[in-house]
């Protein structure tokens, strides 16, 4: 009984740090000519809970990636707060930087980024090599046959479809046990059918406890999460649960005023 209780405690105080706290978080590109100069993130505060599921929309340059990118820990901001489950990571270094990566985030992009002279599983296992745990064929195996693909291991990219290589990304992601999984168009690339499959693929990761953040174009994407937050300029218009904050966003761009660019 008293270890149940225990047990319920600390899950209670781990849930009660966010995943994501960022204050303020601005992120400047500086081309040369200070006039030039992109607010391409510009103060944003806001939390995503534990095992929560976001959407970022909004139109074409007005941050998504950016954002992605930051929260990802592939780039630092240029000033502001980011605590990535209690922790601050907004001014550390390269290599501490790469170190998060390893052990606390999944990244799944638009275009896969597979490296295309290894087998599937040998790109699922290399980050285990990055973070230099061992056992790693194994467990690469294993999350390939999470996502389906247990019997395509050996295949290289060039040899399965748009679908099957995002599987592969999507095992490469999960295969650290990542708490924060980002996506950045991860549907982008396929039909609509394949989509569905890997967003299928992504929510069920998401209900095991994942945190899950994608950007997206695609509304009925963003309708399968539980939050969106909406972005022009660096800002946000609007934060909420999902289906009211993107029947404003479409009625706003129907309306022109987030049509893109
Ligand atoms: N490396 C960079 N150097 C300079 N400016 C950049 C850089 N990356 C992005 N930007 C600028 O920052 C702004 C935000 O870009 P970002 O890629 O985050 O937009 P996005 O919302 O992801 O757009 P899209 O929907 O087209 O992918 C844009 O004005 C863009 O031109
Ligand atoms: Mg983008």
Redesign the pocket.
């Known amino acids: 009984m008293s270890e149940a209780v225990a047990a319920v405690g600390e899950g209670a105080s781990d849930a009660a740090v966010p995943t994501v706290e960022v204050e303020g978080l601005t992120k400047v590109?500086q081309?040369g000519d200070p006039d030039l100069a992109?607010r391409?993130l510009d103060g944003l505060d806001f939390r995503i809970e534990r095992g929560d599921s976001v959407a970022i929309v909004?139109?074409?340059?007005?941050?998504?990636?950016?954002?992605?990118?930051v929260l990802g820990c592939l780039d630092r901001p240029t000033s502001g707060r980011y605590r990535l489950e209690g922790q601050d990571v907004a001014n550390l270094d390269e290599d501490a930087l790469a170190r998060i990566r390893n052990h606390h985030i999944g990244f799944v992009f638009q275009s896969f980024n597979l490296l295309p002279r290894m087998s599937a599983v040998e790109n699922v296992e290399l980050p285990l090599l990055y973070a230099g745990v061992s056992g790693g064929r194994e467990r690469a195996l294993s999350a390939l046959a999470r996502v389906g693909l247990a019997d395509q291991a050996h295949r290289w990219p060039n040899e399965l479809s748009g679908g099957q290589n995002q599987r592969v990304a999507i095992a490469r992601a999960l295969v650290t046990r990542p708490s924060l999984l980002l996506g950045?168009?991860p549907t982008g690339a396929l039909d609509s059918g394949t989509s569905a499959d890997v967003l299928d693929l992504l929510t069920t990761l998401h209900d095991e406890g994942t945190t899950l953040v994608l950007?997206t174009?695609d509304i009925a994407v963003a309708r399968r999460l539980r939050r969106a937050i909406w972005?022009r300029d660096?800002r946000i218009v609007d934060d909420g649960p999902s289906g009211p904050v993107l029947d404003a966003f479409i009625e706003a761009t129907a309306g022109g005023a987030d049509a893109?660019a």
């Open positions: 590109y081309a992109v391409a909004g139109p074409s340059g007005c941050g998504k990636s950016t954002l992605l990118h950045d168009e950007v174009h972005m660096g893109p």
